[in-house]
Structure formats: C-alpha cells, structure tokens
C-alpha cells in the first residue's frame, strides 16, 4: 500500500478542523505539528493557555486536546486517509499527547459513511455550544442510543439521567456556581477570557454574545461568566425562562488519568458532531467537576466507583453563536526541516 506524506493543504485542512473544537472558555490549549516523516499529525498540549484555577489538574485542557484530536480523526477521513492513534506514546514529553499517522490511504472498500457510520465533517463547521433556553421537547430514545453508542465506542460511557439523577446533578451544579461566584480569584480568572470586542479581532475566549441570559426561575443553573453583581462585566444579561427539567447527561470514565482525559474529549466530540447533525443542542456544564467534593457526588451511587469527567446538557432551541478561532499559523507548526532551518538563522 502507498505511503505519501501530507501536501500543506492537507495539513492546514487538518489544523483547521482540529482548532475548531470546544476547549474550557475557549482557550484552545493545543498546537500541532507535522511528523518528522510527513505523513502524519502530532497533538501538543499548550500550557501558556491553560485554566490554571477551574482546570487545576489539567483535564479540561486534555479534554480539549482529546476533541481536537477527533476532529483530525474526523478530516483525515475526509483527505481518505486511514488514521492510527497513539496515545501519550513519549513518557519523557508530557507535553506530546498524541500521534495521528495519516501516511496509509484509506481503503477503497472502507464502509459507507466512513470510520464513524457517517460523514461527521461538515458538523464541525457547524458545531456550537447553546447556552439559550430549549424547548421541551424530548430527546428520541433511537438518538440517544445513537449518541450512547459513539460514546462508548470512544471507551467512555455517556448517561442519560433520569429524573433523580437530573435533580442530583442540578443541585449539585448550583452548589458549585455559587462556590465560583464566592470567589474572587475564579471570578477574575473567569472574566480574564471575555472578549468585549468579540469576532472583530479576537481569536479565543468568549465574546459576550456567547454568554447567554440566566433561568429566569433559577432552575437551570447556567454559568455566569460576567459575574454576578455588582462586579458584572459587560452589558446587562436578561434572565428568561429555560425547559422545566432540563435533559441532561453525563459522561464517565473507569479511571481518571490522562489518557482517560483525552478519551473523554474525544468522546465528547464524536457526539457532540453527531447530536449536531441530528439538530440537537448541546451545552458543557464544567462547574461541578472543578471542585473535586461536588464532582464525586455527580456520579449515580448505583453504578459503583466511576468519573464523571462533563455533565453535558441537551435540547432542541436555537444554536449558540460563534466563538473566535486562533489562525491556523497560530497553531500549527511548520514542516521538520522548515523548523530546523529557522532554528539555524
């Protein structure tokens, strides 16, 4: 079988797509770069845009590497190419978290819709997190075993609560807003990734157009990104009312290190485009897993010892707006050999 390096088109449709991924306050803690021999993507993670007081254990940020890594998964289907996937594959770089070698061409044979049963690629243009109030109406059973399964076939279970487990969770949520709320160094570190000037010349954080209005019955416990008054930042949010009971689940893991992480965000985002492509709306409630006390009591005491890793909120309504994306130069590394003979200037 022929092995052929990746052109820079492909590579910037490659960067592209992984840089459109969802990421904690849309910090996009990720870089890549091309394999030394060409035919491949290697995912990085970015410390110097880290969430160092909501993400103190750095699962958000490998969560967020994990989606942008499915969503190269995801354009490398559409270049036909074949992807194999390592994991963590350098104990001496932590910083290096995964290896996507794309050098094999996708066989001829391969099944209709794709290694994923579709075509997810154009849902990752289209890919937005609503914070908008949905309507009531339910989630088909046949799509949310749909969405169970993409989870699990990423190794990570996704649940969907019943009513006891979207009361638990919702308490527990609340707890921790008003934790956050409390303090002033979340507060400040939360409203350091606003962006006033939103799309004009941003190219990460949330603009305030992202931030969306709070549950005018405080039921649903939204986060409040500018803060609560009187340190507010920015124009006033009109309070609304959201669905009764929102429908809500989670996603869980057996264990709880890095790799699960990077799991995690690539579960997360095979749904997340998949739900996308079905017209559901999803949100990220990160809050509770902050906080290492409320995150324990997310999980349902009948399945036994588990991580939740997100709890992700999900309905029919409008879709969010747009976050900013970073340039592809941002975050894509030149070729080896271009990297070496600037290194020699």
């Known amino acids: 079988m022929t092995r052929s390096a990746l052109t820079p088109a492909g590579l910037r449709l490659l960067a592209a797509a992984g840089g459109a991924a969802p990421s904690l306050h849309n910090s996009q803690p990720w870089r890549f770069r091309p394999t030394p021999d060409g035919g491949g993507v290697e995912v ?13 254990g750095g699962a958000a940020a490998h969560i967020a590497a994990g989606a942008a890594l499915f969503n190269l998964r995801v354009a490398a289907a559409r270049l036909g190419r074949e992807a194999a996937v390592r994991l963590l594959p350098d104990p001496a770089d932590p910083r290096l978290l ?14 209709t819709g794709g290694p994923f049963g579709r075509d997810l690629y154009p849902a990752i243009a289209e890919r937005r997190s609503s914070r908008l109030p949905f309507t009531n109406r339910d989630v088909p059973e046949a799509v949310a075993a749909e969405l169970t399964e993409a989870a699990r076939d990423e190794g990570v279970a996704l649940a969907v609560l019943e009513e006891a487990g979207v009361r638990r969770v919702l308490e527990v949520t609340a707890e921790a807003e008003d934790r ?6 979340r507060q400040a570190e939360t409203r350091s990734w606003l962006r006033p000037d939103g799309g004009t010349a941003a ?5 305030y157009a992202v931030l969306g209005p709070q549950d005018h019955d405080a039921r649903v416990p939204m986060r ?20 009764a009971l929102p429908q809500l689940c989670t996603l869980a893991t057996a264990g ?3 790799a699960d992480w990077l799991r995690t965000g690539q579960a997360l985002e095979r749904v997340w485009l998949l739900a996308t492509l079905h017209g559901l709306r999803l949100t990220v409630w990160h ?3 902050e906080w290492p006390d409320l995150r324990w009591r997310l999980r349902d005491p009948a399945e036994g010892p588990g991580h939740v890793q997100l709890v992700l909120r999900a309905g ?3 879709p969010g707006a747009a976050t900013p994306r970073r340039p592809v130069e941002d975050v894509l590394d030149p070729p080896t050999a271009e990297r070496r003979a600037g290194a020699g200037r």
Not at 180 to 185: K, L, Q, S, T
Not at 226 to 242: K, L, T, V, Y
Request: glycine share 8%.
């Open 98 to 111: 995964a290896v996507l070698d794309l050098s094999v061409p996708a066989a001829e044979d391969s099944p």
């Open 224 to 243: 409040e990104f500018a803060g609560r008054p009187p340190h507010h930042e920015g124009p006033p949010q009109p309070s609304r009312r959201f669905e």
């Open 180 to 185: 956050i709320a409390h303090d002033a160094a």
């Open 316 to 318: 029919y309504g409008p």
């Open 287 to 289: 809050q509770a897993v």
């Open 44 to 56: 990085l993670a970015d410390p110097e845009r880290s969430v160092p007081l909501a993400d103190s």
């Open 203 to 207: 190219t990460d954080g949330l603009p």
């Open 256 to 258: 709880d290190g890095p």
